[in-house]
Structure formats: structure tokens, C-alpha cells
């Protein structure tokens, strides 16, 4: 069900001490006033009102859980095909209105329409498909090698339930990719689901909820409730099964904090500074335009966008070249009109970020090489791309998140300097290193400290749906996409059967001189794993037996 009535403001205490101050969620409260219960979207790059949505008071998202927790066991108790039968009709209704979504999706976040529709739908309705059609193969029950073990009859399995009711706090970056993803896969490993999407970008979360709910979804197991930062809390305390959360770290940890009060598991999505390595025997051509792309795609506000660009002092003038000339091209224009490849970013208050950001590496002796500023504009959230060089370790620039479109150039001279300044960060989401020798990319890739990295690839990973997605360090914890992904939201049982039973374990009671002795055996041989050496307790073990069958007489 989605939550569209008029709500009366309130918040609960404990939601408030936990995401008042909330940064990711709240970034644009300058621009997103909230008026009586209702936020007001805005379009950042021309301050006109997109629409209305509904603040959800504590007492709403609490039912919303409750009913979704009543819908959900009928779900379950479907096939694996019920289920992929709804998304595939719900991808269906996407596909139908892929203009009109691409449209509010860049109406909300500022993105160019042209972006929204690859970088938005085309991952989701790939994603839709392959869970829709793959997750009984993901899913299915699992043997177990018990090793000796099974000699003695015995044998186990793992199999996958639901976890119930998944509560996802989505961002505004994002908006329609990273909740849309999650709430397939959670819907197709037998889950009910309730979104709380940014309140900057209220309409794309609904839009979700309208997507399932006329692809014939049943009532109550996708609930949609907007709100701010009091109202993602309340989805913690209404006792969800399973969190998953996508924002900033200050945000995460008082999200791990709330759920780990409740004993509730979750999954964080926290950021990061992704460091690009180029080497001297990179295709420059190809790693300039990547280095563009991988900084400047929706201006800069990825989690895995190229944050630190590492190049080597023999190519580093050419590359610099390149990459400015090619930033040069790019046309800055509000994301509805045709052409646009960078739109507005999210909101004044992240931009805001991004320029004390470059302040800051101004101060210190870094040089803007293109770009700097607003472009000359004094309406909408926009910010230049932007590239800087001279630039060092001791910036905010290259330590924090700027989530915007900047890009940093800094030389190396060695491999081994080229991973330790990528590995100097308390982030770890992606990482890329370009080069024309695949073996010494794949060498230094497994040594650099993130989530994913990619050889001669920058950014695009998390629109693959069979691959995982997450970081290490501050970057967060669990992943999303994929099979690693999919195991977040099931519960692993194991199940262990004994097709012996009419002959009662060795090391039950009682504890006979001669159950110790066979019992120090096997700590000398069973455990060896070898079957060779537990053979030679044969005749211990058949005592056991004869004295246990001995008792059982008596």
C-alpha cells in the first residue's frame, strides 16, 4: 500500500535523537521546505515546485510494517515463478513509461533525461529480469560436504527462507536505481518490503510503489512512506526484519546503532573516495575519457565516482591535456533539455560542500585547471566540472567525500606509491587501474583496498545485476546486487538428517572408561580427516557398541 493521505506531523522521540541531524537524507532542506504534513519537491535546477508528498508520522510507518508483515507470509508461500511473474509485469509497466519516469526522475535530482535513462532504467529493468528469472536457481537448497560424517548416514543441507518485513532508506542520488533494485530482490527472496526514499526525492519512491501496485503486487507487501530523517528512523523502531540503507557515514552509524538496539541486521551503503590509478602504458585516450565519465556523471554525486585520480609522472602532462580539453565539450544546461550531459546537482546544500571542498585545495596551493564555480549562474544548484591538479594529502579534497563534479590529479612515480596513496583513505567502495598489462592490473588490483575494482573500467559495476555491490572500511558493511547480495535478505537454515537413527551415537551417555578411550582415539585419528586413520578405531568403536547394547539389555 502506498501512503498518500494527508498525515499529521509528528515525531517519535527516539526517531528524533537519531536522524535529526541526518546529512545525506537532509542535504537539501534549504530548498525542501516542509509544509504542514507535507514535503514540497523541488526541481534544483530551476527551483520550480515538482509536486507533494505526505509526511509520514511514526504511528503510519507503523502500521505500514504491520500490514506488510500480514501480506507478506501469502507471499512466500508463492513460487519462485509467482513471484517473477509480477516483476516481469511490473518491468512491463516501466517500459511503458520509461520517458515519463526518465523525465520526473531529472525533474527531482537534476540529472539529464539522457543519464536518468541509462544509468537509471536500463540497470533496473536488466536487474528486474535476471532476479525474476534466476533467483530459484540463486536460492536453491544447498549440500553440504560433512566429510566423515556422512559415512555414518548423516548428511545436511542449507535452505533459504525470507526474512520477513525489509525496511530500505534510500538516497536521493539515486532515487529510482539503487531502492528499485532492492526492492525486487527482496519481493523475489519472498519478502515484503516498506521504502522510505529521500525526502528530496519523494515522487520517484512513489512512483515505485505505483509501478508495483498496477502490476497487480497484493495489497500491503510494498509500502512507500516519505518523510525526513524522523520518519527513516521510525522504520528502525517499527521493528523491521532487515535494514538497508544507502547514505552517509554519520547517517549509517546511527542507523547501525538504532538496529543493533533492536537487534535488527542491516546493510550499509556509506560512500566513497574512489581512487583511479592510470600507469604509464595506459590507452590514454581511453583512461581520459573514462576519468571524465567516472567524475563527472551525475555531476559527481556517485558513490563510485572518481574522487582521486592517480597518473603517472611520464604521461601525467598528456593525460592532464586530454582530460581537460574533453571537459571542455561538455554541455552543463538543466537535465530536461535535450543535449544536457551535466544537470544540477541535488541540492545547494551538497554543492555548497563541493565548494568549501575546492576552497579548501586553493588555499593549500592546488590549481583549478577548468572549471571552479557556478558557470556563471545564479539560479539552480549547479557547479561546474571541475579539474584540479598540484594537489596533495593533506586536502579535505582529497580526503572526504566531495560528492560532486570534481576531479583531483596527483603524479606518482611507482606501483608501490600508486597503491599506498589510493589505499591512504578511510573509504573503500571501488577503485580502477588502467593499463595495458591485464596481468599487472589484476596484480595491483587485488592489493588495493576496496569493494569492487575494476582494470580499465571506472563507475559502471553497480548496473550489473549479477555482480556485488559494497565496500570495506568506512564504506559500509553487506552488499547488494548479486547472488552475495540476494543471501542478505534470505535466512539460512540448516538442516541435518541422520538415515541411521536405529544405531545410537558413540558418544552418547554414559561415559564408561571405555567411551573415554575410544573417545581419545578419536581425537588422535578422526580428526586427522582421514578416513585411513578413523578405520583403525574399528575395534574400539565396536566395543562401544557391544557395551552399549549390553546396558540397553539391563
Known sequence: MIICRNLAKARHDDAENFMATQIHEAAGAREQATHMAEIISYDPATGAEVGRAPVATAGEVARAVERARAAQAAWAALSYAERGHVVLR???????????????????????????????LVPTLDLMQFFARR?????????????????????????????????????WNFPWAIPLGEV?????????????????????GLK?????????????????????????AALVEAGVDKIMFTGSVATGRRVAEAAARKLIPCVLELGGKDPMIVFEDANLEAAAQAAVWGAFANAGQACASVERCYVHE????????RVVELTRTLKQDVGTREGADI????????????????????????????????????????????????????????????????????????????????????????????????????RVAERLEAGTVMVNEVLYTHGIAQTPWGGVKSSGIGRTHGRQGLLELVSARHIHVNRLARLHDLWWFNYTPRAAELFRGFARRFTTGSPLQTSLLLPRMLRRFSERRGKKRH
Do not use: C
Request: hydrophobic share 45%; proline share 5%; glycine share 10%.
Open 343 to 442: 544537470g544540477a546537482m541535488s541540492s545547494a546544500r551538497q554543492r555548497e560542500v563541493v565548494e568549501s571542498h575546492v576552497r579548501d585545495a586553493l588555499g593549500r596551493g592546488a590549481r583549478v585547471l577548468v572549471g571552479g564555480g557556478r558557470g556563471g549562474r545564479e539560479k539552480g544548484s549547479f557547479h561546474e566540472p571541475t579539474v584540479v591538479d598540484k594537489v596533495d594529502h593533506s586536502m579535505v579534497l582529497m580526503r572526504e567525500e566531495t560528492f560532486g563534479p570534481v576531479l583531483p590529479l596527483m603524479t606518482f612515480r611507482t606501483e608501490e606509491e600508486a597503491i599506498a596513496r589510493a589505499n591512504d583513505s578511510p573509504y573503500g567502495l571501488t577503485a580502477s587501474v588502467w593499463t595495458r598489462d591485464i596481468r599487472r592490473g589484476e
Open 314 to 321: 611520464r604521461i601525467a602532462e598528456e593525460f592532464t591535456a
Open 208 to 232: 515505485i510503489g505505483e509501478v508495483f501496485q498496477s502490476a497487480g503486487l497484493p495489497d500491503g507487501l510494498l509500502a512507500v512512506v516519505t518523510g525526513e530523517g524522523a520518519t527513516g
Open 90 to 120: 511490473a518491468r512491463a509497466r516501466v517500459l511503458d513509461e520509461m520517458d515519463a519516469i526518465a523525465n520526473l526522475i531529472s525533474r527531482e535530482s537534476g540529472k539529464p533525461v539522457a543519464e536518468a535513462l541509462m544509468m537509471e
Open 184 to 204: 525486487v530482490m527482496a519481493l523475489m527472496a519472498g519478502n515484503a518490503v516498506v521504502l522510505k526514499p529521500s525526502e528530496l526525492t519523494p515522487l520517484v
Open 135 to 171: 533467483t530459484a536457481r540463486l536460492l536453491k537448497a544447498e549440500q553440504i560436504n560433512i566429510g566423515q560424517y556422512a559415512l555414518m548416514g548423516r548428511s545436511s543441507r542449507i535452505v533459504y527462507k525470507p526474512l520477513g518485513v525489509v525496511g530500505i532508506i534510500s538516497p
